[in-house]
């Protein structure tokens, strides 16, 4: 039995030549496109893009929108939140504790 016998650069060279050779006898076998089917191909790719930029632009308003409500949701638990007290106001609540307990005492 015979052993591997490892390939030369000549070798080499020529199988890929053979494969490149190969390859554009299937690229000129291939036939051409029909310009009608080229136009029709062309339209279907700009319709399919026309129809995703408006998909985006849908999600687009859509995300602004959400966005925009979450910000008046937010607006509006801010405003129905109680304000804090001033010193003033504190001060004369407690007065008015005291002088009730003081009338109480009487």
């Given at each position: 039995m015979k052993g591997y016998k490892q390939p030369g650069i000549e070798d080499r060279l020529a199988a890929a030549k053979r494969a490149k050779a190969e390859?554009?006898?299937k690229l000129?076998?291939?036939p051409q496109v029909d310009e009608a089917e080229l136009a029709a191909?062309?339209?279907?790719?700009?319709?399919?893009e026309a129809?995703?930029?408006e998909k985006r632009e849908a999600a687009k308003k859509a995300k602004e929108e959400a966005l925009a409500a979450k910000?008046?949701?937010?607006?509006?638990?801010?405003?129905s939140k109680p304000k804090p007290k001033t010193a003033e106001?504190?001060?004369a609540?407690?007065?008015a504790r005291y002088a009730a307990?003081?009338?109480?005492?009487k």
């Open positions: 390859a554009l006898e000129r076998s291939k191909r062309i339209e279907r790719e700009r319709a399919r129809a995703a930029a910000q008046k949701a937010r607006e509006e638990a801010e405003a106001e504190l001060k609540a407690r007065d307990r003081k009338a109480r005492k």
